[in-house]
């Protein structure tokens, strides 16, 4: 079964850094593309990054410049590192992937940026 767990996740001062983990398996790693998605109370759901299996990235504007999206298929595990981080960025992070025609997600991490 595809299983997706994240950890890393917790309170954090603004202008801090968290590095985010999600640790897949279940299926071939290396042959698809991985998202983060963060969801903030009475928000909807919003794409934060995506990588590629050819290890390209593209990430929101809200984010570019301060979150950057990495993998390592020897562990089967996606990261998300995020500098400089803003009150606006608390939300539950989600890791996500798309495996024969269906998405899979993660339980969920909660991110909170607060003095």
């Known amino acids: 079964q595809v299983q997706l767990v994240e950890s890393g996740g917790g309170l954090v001062q603004p202008g801090g850094s968290l590095r985010l983990s999600c640790a897949a398996s279940g299926y071939i790693f290396s042959m698809y593309a991985m998202d983060w998605y963060r969801q903030a109370p009475g928000k909807q759901r919003e794409l934060v990054a995506t990588?590629?299996?050819?290890?390209?990235?593209n990430f929101a504007d809200s984010v570019k410049g301060r979150f950057t999206i990495s993998r390592d298929n020897a562990k089967n595990t996606v990261y998300l590192q995020m500098n400089s981080l803003k009150p606006e960025d608390t939300a539950v992070y989600y890791c996500?992937?798309?495996?024969?025609?269906?998405?899979?997600w993660g339980q969920g991490t909660q991110v909170t940026v607060s003095s």
């Open positions: 990588i590629t299996s050819g290890g390209s990235t």
């Open positions: 996500h992937t798309r495996v024969r025609m269906l998405d899979r």
